[in-house]
């Protein structure tokens, strides 16, 4: 099971973190990613990390300003934005993808879901 939060209504140029916390499996046997979604579009990929935190994949629309990271001793991903923009507004989800496989940019590669948390941005 997967537990997103940190997610609610911010001005424009401010951080946010938002976390998803595992439970169930062995987290450390997953990687991790997360996606977006804005009305009315497609679900889109934003970052990933593998499953020891060594490597991480950020989507060119948003590397520079959002950092992916994981604790694995706390079961928990995380997910930093900075410099929010109000294109950033969208539901933020987590995924697992399972071992053996490599991280992906892809989200029909994840096994499990976090139900998402919403990130508004005002400009």
């Known amino acids: 099971q997967l537990q997103a939060s940190g997610g609610g209504l911010v001005q424009a140029g401010v951080s946010l973190r938002l976390s998803c916390a595992a439970s169930?499996?062995?987290?450390?046997?997953?990687?991790m990613g997360w996606f977006r979604q804005a009305p009315g579009k497609e679900r889109e990929f934003a970052a990933a990390?593998?499953?020891?935190?060594?490597?991480?994949d950020y989507a060119d629309s948003v590397k520079g300003r959002f950092t992916i990271s994981r604790d694995n001793a706390k079961n928990t991903v995380y997910l930093q934005i900075d410099m929010l923009k109000p294109e950033d507004t969208a539901v933020y989800y987590c995924?697992?993808?399972?071992?053996?496989?490599?991280?992906?940019?892809?989200?029909?590669?994840?096994?499990?879901w976090g139900q998402g948390t919403q990130v508004t941005v005002s400009s």
């Open positions: 995924a697992a993808r399972g071992l053996p496989y490599s991280i992906s940019r892809r989200w029909r590669d994840y096994n499990y």
């Open positions: 169930g499996r062995t987290f450390s046997n997953y990687h």
């Open positions: 990390i593998n499953w020891s935190g060594a490597n991480a």
